[in-house]
């Protein structure tokens, strides 16, 4: 059969008609992008507040009558489960994934907008499960966002009973809103891209929400499974993850489960998920530091390959979160070794960062302040997870407050500075107003050295050897009293970081209104979405006819060109006025 | 010397242009956007049986009770004579067959003849939903006759139940949905649908996923009831 290919495909997308058409049951990758974020952010909200409340009882234990020991297992709990899941993953892929594919290789809409509406439902749901453990009896899980049973689902655990059920749920419900989603992002990169958009033509945003999709279809399943069985445990009575034991007392039903079976399946899930939510920022972040330094991305094609590299070699880590389960001293050096492996390319990757920054036309907006500070966080974040991935070094650092501390510099605030990098750069897009300039350098600096207080002092606190998730350190012999005021330093930190977002919240809504009008490509950037007829983009994305791209995405500064960019909707005339390696063999 | 240079060539350039098909641009695969959804689709779904069947193979060596002999136990007495796994066989007898009446299906769709498509969708469908009714069978008896439980049983180990009922539970879901996707592809190619819009190969797409579902049917026949 003679297959027309999708881009040059009669538009079937309909124009929506109503208020509900346009803005609530849409259709639309643009406003699907944004119902995404808008959830993303206001659950992220209940996280931030929840680590606030911690914070205040670790400063000031003994002080707080409403956090219990219990109360502080769930607010661990939610807060971690919430900013991986309900927040990172969402939000990047959901949301930034969502708006700018389609854009960005020069599509009207993802190949299956009805899927894709419902993926939208479907989280929608499964945050709204999540949030109603709050209010369930017994209150939310508190058995840490790892899960872990046989704890889990003990009498001894916070929310053993209706916690864990609703967070297993919920879950299951994510998973199969993000494969929806995630479906769409697949296949509309892979066969929905305008002429002239070559795979090696993609910006790295692209790439890196692709791969990061991938990854996603391929780890959520085992998340999925271990929900399942864990459910079956918690409320059929079967034993897949529970061994023969003693609870409060009384000889449990169950017999000849193992624990270990659910640490590989989270981890084989688990370490996957890090990079799920990496590579989107990875991807983004080269983007935005190519732009804002009017200078080609260094090394592009490595920079593809090194995308794909720590893919496939992300789903073969995972038992370095394991190292102090029992499991057998070979695999500890089997995986301590991939481990180390993964930081080759990673490597790269911040290398040819800095490389692109290197006599670069630096311009120090807002969104590439944001760049630069998740390029010292993530080298941060990186060496310190090149500590944890040697068996030896991992052991003792094991649960102690460095772990915290490293997990939040690679995978708590790196992505995050990414993500507020991306809102500022896109936002003109999105609205077609700026934002404050002013206030939004502000929440940078306020943020960036707010969250160093908080996260670098943790790694100290765990050479200590304070350990994770506990409720209060009180009377220990081995920690010094200084530790107690370091504690209170950080808490200090983390409320007024807390705060300092309101900033953030207040320059988004303020410039809804009276933010300069934008235009169509305030940072004079060189991929599609700055290219569009209108700003916002309007339905179908491109007018009557689709763009055509003759060149790569990082034509920023090429000798003999009037201006600093070259949109990659430009045709090359005869001369060289491309760096694009295809445009040119 | 120059021979060899132009071969170096020549090799690079293949290899090159590998690449380039790949990354053309439109689009990587020459199959409408549904196929190829379909396929990460079954990719992911891989993945999530895979998960299974190694939870099954672990919890299986850890547990500390005997395994039950599947053999015995799904062992039935016809006519009087006792036959290991026959309703087994019978089963993935009917499951196999029905991705011939399948493939049937997706060649008779090529040939844009409406009613022999569906009546071997039809076909499809009835072997299909013949072996979810097997299935419902072979559970009453192990739960009625043999007392098989999810949380333990009669013979040895409990995670037996546990990992047959979730297993094969979740691949009769499979098949179930199936059925139904069947039912609704089939409906359309009765209507003409297809004939208007010329989306015949949306037959080849439900195929897809139907063969999927055998093949991991025969996955989980090897390793659940011949080890
Ligand atoms: C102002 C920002 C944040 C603060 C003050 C903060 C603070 C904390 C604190 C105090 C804990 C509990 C440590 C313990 O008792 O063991 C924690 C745990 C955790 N946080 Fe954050 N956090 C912040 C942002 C984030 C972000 C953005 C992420 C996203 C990845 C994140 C992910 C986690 C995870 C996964 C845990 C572990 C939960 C567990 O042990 O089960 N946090 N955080
Ligand atoms: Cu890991």
């Known amino acids: 059969m003679e297959q027309v290919a999708i881009a040059d495909q009669h538009d079937e997308h309909h124009e929506p008609t109503s208020f509900i058409t346009r803005y609530i049951w849409s259709q639309d990758h643009k406003v699907i992008a944004v119902q995404y974020g808008l959830t993303a952010i206001a659950v992220g909200l209940i996280a931030l507040v929840l680590s606030g409340m911690m914070r205040l009882q670790l400063a000031y234990p003994e002080s707080f009558t409403f956090i219990n020991p219990i109360a502080y297992y769930q607010f661990v709990t939610m807060h971690g489960m919430i900013m991986v899941i309900y ?8 949301g930034f994934g969502n708006y700018l594919i389609p854009l960005m290789i020069g599509a009207r809409d993802m190949v299956f907008p009805y899927l894709n509406m419902l993926s939208y439902w479907f989280y929608l749901v499964s945050v709204l499960v999540l949030v109603s453990s709050f209010f369930a009896p017994g209150g939310p899980t508190g058995a840490g966002w790892t899960l872990y049973p046989p704890q889990a689902i003990l009498p001894g655990t916070a929310g053993f009973d ?5 967070m297993l749920i919920s879950l299951a419900i994510f998973i199969v809103a993000f494969t929806m989603g995630g479906l769409n992002y697949v296949t ?6 305008t002429q002239g958009m070559t795979l090696m033509r993609m910006p790295l945003t692209v790439w890196g929400i692709f791969v990061a999709t991938i990854l996603g279809l391929l780890a959520f399943p085992a998340l999925f499974v271990s929900a399942l069985m864990m459910l079956l445990d918690h409320v059929v009575g079967t034993s897949f993850f529970m061994p023969a034991l003693l609870s409060q007392g009384q000889l449990t039903d169950h017999e000849g489960g193992s624990p270990i079976l659910f640490q590989h399946l989270f981890w084989f899930f688990g370490h996957p998920e890090v990079y799920i939510v990496a590579l989107p920022a990875f991807g983004i972040v080269s983007d935005l530091i190519s732009t804002h330094a009017r200078k080609n991305i260094f090394g592009y094609r490595m920079m593809v390959w090194a995308i794909l590299a720590i893919g496939v070699l992300s789903f073969i880590v995972w038992a370095h979160h394991m190292y102090v389960s029992g499991m057998h001293p070979w695999f500890g050096f089997f995986f301590a070794v991939t481990t180390l492996i993964i930081a080759v390319p990673t490597a790269i990757k911040v290398y040819n960062w800095v490389l692109t920054l290197w006599r670069g036309n630096i311009h120090l907006t807002v969104p590439m302040l944001f760049a630069i500070g998740f390029i010292f966080t993530f080298i941060n974040g990186g060496l310190t997870g090149l500590w944890l991935g040697n068996v030896v070094v991992d052991v ?19 992505p995050v500075l990414v993500i507020f990098g991306a809102i500022y750069h896109w936002y003109p897009k999105i609205t077609g107003r700026m934002f404050n300039d002013t206030l939004g350098k502000l ?40 530790a107690q005021d370091m504690n209170i330093g950080i808490t200090a930190a983390a409320i007024f970081v807390g705060l300092v977002q309101i900033l953030f919240l207040i320059n988004m809504v303020w410039s809804l209104r009276h933010g300069k009008p934008a235009g169509g490509n305030p940072w004079g950037a060189t991929t599609l979405e700055w290219q569009t007829p209108q700003t916002p983009p309007a339905h179908g994305n491109w007018g009557p006819t689709l763009p055509v791209v003759h060149r790569w995405a990082y034509d920023y500064s090429v000798p003999g060109t009037a201006e600093d960019f070259t949109p990659q909707n430009v045709p090359v005339s005869p001369g060289h006025d491309t760096e694009d390696e295809e445009a040119r063999t | 010397m120059a021979h060899d240079i132009a071969v170096a060539a020549t090799g690079e350039n293949d290899h090159i242009g590998i690449v380039r098909d790949w990354s053309a641009d439109k689009q990587v695969f020459g199959v409408p956007w549904g196929k190829a959804m379909m396929w ?11 998960c299974f069947l190694t939870a099954y193979m672990t919890v299986r060596m850890s547990a500390v009770e005997p395994w039950p002999n599947a053999s015995e136990v799904f062992a039935l007495t016809l006519f009087g004579h006792h036959l290991p796994l026959i309703l087994i066989a019978i089963m993935t007898f009917v499951l196999i067959t029905s991705s011939g009446t399948m493939a049937m299906a997706v060649n008779f769709a090529y040939r844009r003849d409406r009613r022999k498509t569906a009546l071997m969708l039809l076909f499809t469908i009835i072997l299909g939903a013949s072996f979810v009714g097997m299935q419902a069978f072979e559970w009453t008896k192990l739960i009625v006759d043999e007392g098989i439980r999810p949380w333990g049983n009669p013979l040895g180990a409990a995670q037996f139940g546990a990992t047959f009922f979730m297993i094969t539970g979740f691949h009769g879901l499979h098949v179930s949905a199936g059925v139904i996707y069947l039912a609704v592809v089939a409906r359309k190619v009765l209507r003409g649908d297809y004939d208007r819009n010329g989306r015949y190969h949306n037959v080849e797409i439900a195929g897809l996923y139907w063969h999927f579902v055998d093949l991991v049917w025969v996955f989980i026949f090897a390793f659940y009831y011949l080890w």
């Open chain 2, 40 to 50: 990460i689709f079954l990719l992911s779904d891989t993945f999530i049986f895979s």
């Open chain 1, 443 to 482: 929440h940078f600096w306020l943020t960036f050295v707010g969250a160093y207080s908080i996260f670098l002092p943790m790694h100290y606190l765990g050479m200590l050897g304070i350990p994770r998730r506990y409720f209060a350190n009180l009377t220990t012999d081995f920690i010094p009293e200084s």
């Open chain 1, 396 to 414: 003792p650092l094991s649960d102690t407050y460095f772990v915290v501390g490293h997990f939040h510099m690679v995978m708590g605030l790196s």
């Open chain 1, 162 to 166: 209706w916690g864990i059920l609703l």
């Open chain 1, 188 to 193: 509309t990169i892979l066969q929905a891209r």
């Open chain 1, 87 to 94: 927040l990172l993953t969402a939000l990047l892929l959901g």
